[in-house]
C-alpha cells in the first residue's frame, strides 16, 4: 500500500474511532478492503496517534486562533494529528516536514471542505516553525 493510501485509510480509521468509539483493530478491519491485508505504516500511524494524542493535541491548541480543537471538524482534526504525529514523532519513518505538511494538505482536498486544506496548511506551519 502507498504511504498516501496508507494515510487516508489512518484518517477513515481514526475518524471512526473518534466518532463511534470503536477499538482501533476493528477500525483498521472496517477500512481494509477484503482483498488488502494490514499495513504496517497504517498500523503505525493509528498507533501512533492514539498513543501520543494528547501531547499532539496540545501542540495543535497551542497553534488555533479563534479555534478550540473540539471544534474543529472531525476530518480536520484527524488530518492534523497524522501530519503532526508525522513531524513530531515519526523521524524513524523517514518523513521530511515538508511532505507530511503536503500530504495532509492533499487529503484535506479530497476528504475536508473547500477551507480545509489552508487552515490545514496554516496550523502544520506553524508547529514547522516552532521546532
Known amino acids: 500500500m502507498k504511504r498516501r493510501t496508507a494515510r487516508e485509510k489512518?484518517?477513515?480509521a481514526l475518524f471512526q474511532?473518534?466518532?463511534s468509539d470503536i477499538d482501533k483493530d476493528t477500525a483498521i478491519e472496517h477500512v481494509l478492503e477484503e482483498e488488502e491485508k494490514k499495513d504496517p505504516y497504517l498500523t503505525k500511524l493509528v498507533d501512533g496517534v492514539l498513543?501520543?494524542?494528547t501531547s499532539i493535541d496540545e501542540q495543535i491548541k497551542s497553534y488555533l486562533e479563534n479555534w478550540t480543537i473540539e471544534r474543529i471538524?472531525?476530518?480536520d482534526r484527524n488530518i492534523?494529528?497524522?501530519a503532526a504525529y508525522?513531524?513530531?514523532y515519526g523521524q524513524d519513518a523517514d518523513v521530511p516536514t515538508n511532505v507530511a505538511i503536503d500530504e495532509a494538505v492533499e487529503i484535506a482536498k479530497v476528504f475536508g471542505d473547500e477551507k480545509s486544506s489552508k487552515f490545514i496548511n496554516g496550523v502544520?506551519?506553524?508547529i514547522k516553525n516552532n521546532l
Open 10 to 12: 489512518a484518517l477513515q
Open 17 to 19: 474511532i473518534d466518532v
Open 51 to 53: 498513543s501520543h494524542q
Open 73 to 75: 471538524a472531525n476530518v
Open 80 to 82: 492534523l494529528r497524522i
Open 86 to 88: 508525522e513531524i513530531l
Open 124 to 126: 502544520l506551519s506553524k
